[in-house]
């Protein structure tokens, strides 16, 4: 396996090649996204484990995205068992995708248990848009980033190139590093692609003038928006890392 080093630009490429594919299969790729969160909020309803189940889908349903964002790059249409593709290789991959799961699960609910230990603020609709509240987003938010950059690329490693969980966690956190010039503008990027759309549903929204239709546009949008960047996640991994299989099957060479 190579890591590759990209030039900055290349982040805002990341951004145009994740809504160019998105609009090649805009229903699937909505669709699947959609599946996925329709399946952790089911899962959220267990008791007593049920936040830990949701969290723990995430890698694997993030690299679900990831395949059918490959697939639908080929000009294919993905299928919903393309949601699966964590646990349709091997046991030995299976099984660390499932470490990586709780792993994800364990660091995501050790953040949201200390961060109150520091901020005493209640959580009510009316503090949401309390400078305090918005002070322990912005904690909430830094503490995550380290997450996110270890767990980035991990899922697709442990799936393309067979690499251990831990590994893997190590592997997406140094390329993300190595390439912090393109991550950062591939962040900054979809801030300006995220603004320009909030303004123009914001507009849209306030000529409507309707509780129910304002529902009724928000919704929808913010689903696109999260498809189309699950889409730009599969080509930050192609470009960081050597080519992965043109399929959801593990590498020719690789071993169970």
């Keep these: 396996m ?10 805002i490429t990341w951004v145009k090649l994740g809504i160019q594919v ?9 669709g699947l996204f959609f599946l ?3 399946a952790a909020t089911l899962a959220s309803l267990v008791p ?5 189940i949701a969290l723990a889908l995430v890698p694997a349903a993030t690299l679900g995205l990831m395949v059918a964002t490959q697939i639908a790059s080929e000009g294919r249409f993905p299928m919903p068992a393309v949601l699966l593709s964590a646990f349709r290789t091997d046991r030995q991959r299976g099984r660390s995708m499932l470490v990586l799961g709780f792993l994800y699960a364990a660091a995501c ?3 949201v248990s200390v961060v109150p230990l520091f901020f005493d603020v209640p959580v009510t609709r009316e503090s949401a848009l309390t400078p305090e509240m918005q002070g ?3 904690v909430v938010l830094l503490l995550y980033l380290p997450v996110s950059v270890l767990f980035w690329h991990a899922p697709a490693l442990v799936h393309w190139h067979g690499i251990p969980p831990v590994k893997s966690l190590f592997f997406s956190a140094v390329v993300c590093v190595r390439n912090a010039g393109a991550y950062t503008l591939f962040g900054l990027t979809w801030m300006v692609v995220l603004v320009l759309i909030g303004v123009v549903v914001t507009v849209t929204v306030g000529l ?4 129910e239709t304002t529902a009724a546009v928000i919704m929808p949008v913010a689903l696109l928006l999260a498809a189309m960047f699950s889409s730009s996640m599969y080509f930050t991994f192609r470009d960081s890392f050597e080519a992965p299989p043109t399929d959801d099957s593990p590498s020719p060479g690789d071993t169970p």
């Design 109 to 111: 609910l050790l953040i």
């Design 22 to 30: 998105f609009f090649k299969q805009p229903l699937a790729l909505t």
């Design 136 to 138: 322990v987003m912005v």
């Design 208 to 211: 409507l003038a309707s509780p």
């Design 36 to 38: 996925y969160m329709m």
């Design 2 to 11: 190579k890591l590759n080093i990209v030039p900055a630009r290349t982040g």
């Design 48 to 52: 007593y484990l049920g936040v830990v």
